[in-house]
């Protein structure tokens, strides 16, 4: 149920017709646009992703949470949806590829909770013909349409050219041609941590977008009603889980985090490219996804990480690595530039990385306490002689998708868990003792 309460919040999915027209960039302008006109505003990425919700984090101040209606679930997103709209004035949600690409689509998150769609048109090589875009995004559906940002528009008259061809929906903004861009690597944008421009980026995005703010404040504020979600036993009570986190061990959902809270676990954080030990009084090892295959040299020359973390396999504790977490675990890393670096040896193998996608897409792992749901995203292969103990299942297809490696207390796989959609799993995860 949607609403067009005075306690609402102004609330948009910003998509396009295909991924590069820049839906990220868009909607990171607009966040900090907002932001710097004293508004409070949340936002949230469409799909699996880890590096946009970093900058879209900057951009805005505030954790971007994930709303995917597989994989995080119709009922968790209206739970997210309705907690942003009591607590923020403007809701911006990142959309994924084109408008109605994938299953489910940004177009059906849309349509599902009644978000108007704001589209993100590349106005770089057209001018009128803006106009027929924008009506075959929203016809195509339909979805309700909020209005249009052109990007990369020319100059002034450019703009006028594309507002005037879009006849009854609104030119709430556009964006110029950007000199500057942000660099990308093989997994996506290079990590806002690692730029120390970024806040200046993001100011002078702010700076170019021409938001109509009339316009802008014209949209309809909404609350999406949600009730409450089924209470989780603190399964983890009394227990320390450790995390590496660092630039190399970066590839985290917020609600990952939130769910290891909920099930009771305390989390103390440690970084293995700073060479730190686990936490002496760890019960439990996570080791997200990351970039280890830009450090090789440094987590190949941490002594100390290396001879804790065999250590706790040694003593039996749980450890939960997935896929960066899985590589830095193997025999040997080869970079990219074809350089081979000993890991920490846990795991007999050596991952080699690749210039082609290994893996993509949302999967889904089952366990004896239901189906764990979350996705895959690599570009390296891991050769072992261990046998994988179950695979997760490709959604839609229902084909075999990653190998699960399960060695002693370690279970290990490229597959990213999304934590909230089956807390119990998660927790029996870690803390599994060797057979």
């Known amino acids: 149920m949607v609403s067009t309460l005075q306690n609402g919040a102004r609330m948009v999915l910003v998509a396009a017709v295909s991924s590069g027209q820049g839906k990220t960039t868009v909607t990171a302008a607009l966040a900090r646009s907002l932001v710097r006109r004293g508004q409070r505003v ?21 954790p971007v949470h994930t709303l995917d209606l597989w994989m995080v679930g119709r009922d968790e997103c209206r739970r997210r949806l309705a907690e942003a709209a009591r607590e923020a ?86 964006l110029n041609r950007q000199a500057a861009s942000l660099p990308e690597r093989h997994l996506g944008l290079v990590l806002p941590g690692e730029q120390p421009q970024i806040d200046a980026y993001l100011d002078a995005l702010a700076d170019a977008l021409q938001l109509d703010a009339a316009a802008w404040d014209a949209l309809p504020l909404t609350a999406p009603e949600a009730q409450d979600g089924p209470a989780i036993a603190p399964a ?40 730190e030990a686990l936490p002496p009084d760890a019960d439990a090892v ?3 996804g990351g970039y280890p ?54 795991l007999p193998g050596a991952v080699t990385m690749g210039t082609r996608l290994a893996g993509l897409g949302a999967q889904a792992l089952a366990t004896p306490d ?20 179950r695979y997760t299942v490709r959604n839609t297809s229902g084909t075999q998708g990653e190998a699960v490696y399960e060695l002693g207390s370690l279970t290990a796989s490229y597959f990213h868990g999304y934590f909230a959609s089956n807390p119990q799993a998660v927790a029996r995860l870690l803390t599994r003792a060797a057979p």
């Open 370 to 389: 239901g189906t764990l749901r979350g996705h895959t995203f690599h570009y390296s292969r891991l050769e072992t002689p261990v046998a994988p103990s």
């Open 89 to 174: 004035d403007a809701v911006l949600v990142e959309g994924v590829m084109g408008l109605y690409d994938g299953t489910p689509s940004a177009a059906d998150l849309a349509n599902e909770f009644g978000i108007p769609v704001l589209a993100v048109i590349d106005a770089s090589a057209m001018a009128q013909t803006a106009g027929a875009v924008a009506r075959g995004l929203r016809d195509y559906g339909p979805v309700q349409l909020a209005g249009v940002i052109a990007n990369r528009i020319a100059s002034p008259g450019h703009a006028q050219m594309v507002a005037g061809s879009l006849r009854d929906i609104p030119l709430i903004g556009s």
């Open 286 to 288: 996570y080791l997200p």
């Open 42 to 62: 949340r936002v949230f990425k469409c799909g699996p992703d880890f590096i946009d919700p970093m900058l879209l984090e900057r951009a805005c101040g505030a």
């Open 236 to 275: 983890l009570a009394g227990k320390t889980v450790a995390i590496a986190r660092d630039a190399a061990f970066a590839f985290l959902y917020p609600a990952n985090l939130d769910t290891l809270r909920i099930l009771g676990a305390r989390l103390s954080y440690f970084s293995p490219l700073a060479d």
């Open 293 to 346: 295959e830009l450090h090789g040299e440094a987590l190949s020359q941490a002594a100390r990480w290396r001879a804790s973390i065999r250590a706790a396999h040694a003593a039996g504790l749980p450890i939960l690595a997935e896929c960066g977490g899985m590589i830095a675990l193997a025999d040997e890393l080869t970079d990219p530039d074809g350089r081979c670096w000993p890991m920490a040896g846990l």
